[in-house]
């Protein structure tokens, strides 16, 4: 955050339009959602015209869709490093994905809100689809790496099981780490209820404590 109140205007002084606005815009998301604001906000937040945006962003979608991408390829990035390529042992690297996908939509609101919370058709914006599937891929290689540990003849199918892992964690963030203060408590952290969750899990598919079940 700038430490600018919301809704006023900042100054636009360096140059830079673009990123002016797509920072004005993630402090938007932050205060409203993402269908709270429109271009026009933005604008006046970025301290430039109402008609200063339509240089670089088709409209409101479109310039939600580019903070998207911000999020998706720092939310790789997340996912990738926690993964470690399997270090330093693959259902332990696993349970590290699953912590920074929590940490992620705990400790980046505004991005997880534009990325998960807008009905902007990812075809629409080729970037956006890009990006997004960069950050499925860290899940998607993730879950190669453990079902090969598994006998060829009762190996789960990989995309399968990265979407399996995909829709625990995703359900998990929302339900349990956003900041709605209407959400449901828990006797325990999200992280480790997400971590009971992925145990059990890999032990219906032959796994348990990263070995292979007898």
């Known amino acids: 955050m700038s430490g600018t109140h919301q809704g006023e205007r900042r100054g636009y002084h360096h140059g830079n339009l673009r990123e002016a606005l797509l920072d004005a815009a993630l402090e938007l998301i932050a205060a409203k959602g993402p269908a709270g604001f429109t271009i026009a906000e933005a604008a006046r937040l970025a301290g430039v015209s109402p008609a200063a945006p339509y240089r670089h962003f088709r409209d409101a979608d479109d310039l939600i869709a580019e903070v998207a991408v911000r999020g998706f390829t720092k939310f ?56 997004g599937d960069r950050a499925f891929a860290v899940l998607r290689d993730a879950s190669e790496r453990l079902s090969a540990g598994l006998p060829r003849a009762s190996r789960p199918p990989p995309l399968m099981m990265a979407l399996h892992i995909w829709s625990l964690s995703h359900g998990i963030a929302s339900l349990f780490v956003r900041g709605d203060p209407s959400r449901r408590k828990l006797p325990m952290s999200a992280e480790d209820l997400l971590e009971a969750g992925v145990l059990l899990y890999l032990q219906s598919l032959g796994l348990a404590g990263g070995h292979q079940s007898p």
Do not use: K
């Open 76 to 131: 790789a990035d997340a996912l990738a490093h926690a993964w470690n390529d399997g270090r330093p042992e693959p259902v332990r690297a696993f349970e590290a994905l699953g912590r920074a996908y929590l940490a992620f939509a705990r400790q980046e609101p505004a991005f997880y809100a534009a990325m998960f919370e807008t009905r902007i058709a990812a075809e629409s914006h080729p970037g956006l689809q890009a990006a």
